[in-house]
């Protein structure tokens, strides 16, 4: 299948990814279509074919093809490529990097892969996108950014992929933050709280696992939670303080009860380099919370408020006008002026979490063909991991207070 870009959403404010001093390179060897592998076909794999299939029905991207699915299971993986779009499916990644027509790797496997696979399509010439968090490990993090600094030299990009800066509610309320409509941030809340391990009875899966998570709650949704603390800021993290619990120690698995190796639910405080502080709380057994991802954002002028399940949402308190006017305000992320909108629907047609993807893929293609810096970068992505990490030393240290060495992150979404 080729998707040969054009759309009508084509507006600066659908372009949000990059600088206008870009000069446009060659999309790829002799200028055809870019040719796309995604490897990992189950919920990820799905969220980004869905969006492969459907990125240049409405934004103006270079032409690509999704070439190839590769998965574990030949007969599953080719039933998966041939409802998601994928000309071919094939379960040898290694085999499927080494090809002259693969331009571009989409990582959707689990975390223990990420490192082999980021570094070896690096290597290769590839521009890869990996899912969250970037490794399982700080040092699997460390080797995998060293080889996309080298790759970027070589004008080979990379992307990791934190979907929910691309909610166009939260593009604009960092845009908010950054026009100091909120004036000096003080303290955020960020919660992301979820309830499908409430069961003792769930059975386990490569998430309970350290070998193969990393970390439970902590790399799974709190590296997202802490992303966008990093993100909405423009700020990076002087220290850490944390605790990790797991609730339910063991579970089933298929021949008999297994050890649970990773956290249910993490917490952790956060100090900004600014002075702020943020806190950060998460659970995969929040009874009732399914995918409850808010963030609350207090400055000396204002507040945003944002919750996942009111996703075209943001709250917004100005704090400059007179008290007897003021409050929170909702405000509908559906005008064509806001971060992407003007791609889709007339205002008040409101959009969900699968969009994310699509923006997140057309800004990682738009930036390949601009020979931009894609963002989020593998550099954002050890950030998170370096505090992910500082969290776990913490909890291992009774909470104790963790220094980082500081870091900067890349917080640009330009338009965002
Ligand atoms: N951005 C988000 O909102 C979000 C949500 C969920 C998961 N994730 C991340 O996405 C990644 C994948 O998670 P998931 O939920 O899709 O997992 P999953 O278990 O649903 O799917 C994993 C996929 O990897 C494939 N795979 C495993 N070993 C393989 C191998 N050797 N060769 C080829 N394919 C192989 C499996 O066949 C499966 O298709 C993780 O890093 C996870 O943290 C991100």
């Known amino acids: 299948m080729t998707s040969l870009g054009s759309s009508p959403g084509t507006s600066p404010q659908a372009r949000p990814q990059t600088s206008s001093q870009v000069t446009r390179q060659p999309s790829s060897p002799g200028d055809r279509p870019l040719g796309v592998a995604a490897i990992g076909y189950a919920f990820m794999g799905k969220a980004h074919s869905n969006a492969w299939r459907n990125v240049a029905s409405y934004f103006d991207v270079p032409a690509f093809e999704q070439k190839v699915l590769v998965g574990r299971d030949a007969e599953a993986v080719a039933a998966a490529a041939a409802s998601y779009g994928w000309a071919e499916s094939a379960t040898d990644w290694r085999e499927v990097i080494r090809r002259d027509d693969i331009d571009i790797v989409d990582i959707c496997a689990p975390g223990w892969m990420h490192a082999e696979i980021a570094i070896a399509a690096l290597e290769a010439g590839k521009h890869v996108l990996v899912e969250k968090p970037l490794a399982n490990t700080l040092a699997e993090a460390e080797a995998m950014t060293e080889a996309a600094r080298a790759a970027r030299a070589r004008g080979v990009q990379s992307m990791i992929g934190f979907n929910y800066r691309r909610v166009p509610a939260l593009a604009l309320a960092k845009e908010f933050i950054a026009e100091g409509r909120i004036g000096t941030v003080r303290h955020v809340r960020a919660a992301y709280l979820q309830d499908w391990l409430v069961d003792p009875e769930s059975p386990m899966t490569w998430r309970l696992n350290k070998e193969t998570a ?190 980082l060495a500081s870091a900067t992150t890349s917080t640009s979404i330009e338009g965002a």
């Open 214 to 403: 990393g970390s439970g709650a902590l790399g799974d949704i709190a590296s997202h939670a802490i992303d966008q603390v990093l993100f909405l800021l423009g700020d990076s993290v002087a220290d850490v303080s944390g605790r990790l619990h797991t609730f339910v120690t063991s579970r089933p698995g298929p021949s008999g009860p297994e050890e649970v190796t990773v956290d249910d639910a993490a917490w952790a405080t956060l100090t900004l380099a600014s002075g702020a502080i943020a806190s950060v709380e998460v659970s995969r057994m929040a009874t009732g919370q399914k995918n409850s991802l808010q963030l609350e954002i207090y400055g000396d002028q204002g507040s945003l408020l944002f919750d996942l399940e009111a996703f075209n949402e943001l709250g917004f308190l100005d704090a400059t006008v007179p008290v007897r006017e003021q409050g929170f305000r909702r405000i509908l992320v559906n005008e064509p002026e806001h971060p992407y909108m003007d791609a889709w629907w007339p205002q008040g047609h409101i959009i969900g979490w699968e969009h994310t993807f699509t923006h997140e893929i057309r800004d990682f293609l738009t930036a390949i063909v601009d020979g931009t810096e894609p963002s989020p970068s593998f550099d954002d992505g050890l950030a998170v991991q370096r505090i992910l990490a500082a969290v776990e030393e913490s909890a291992n240290a009774k909470s104790s207070i963790i220094p």
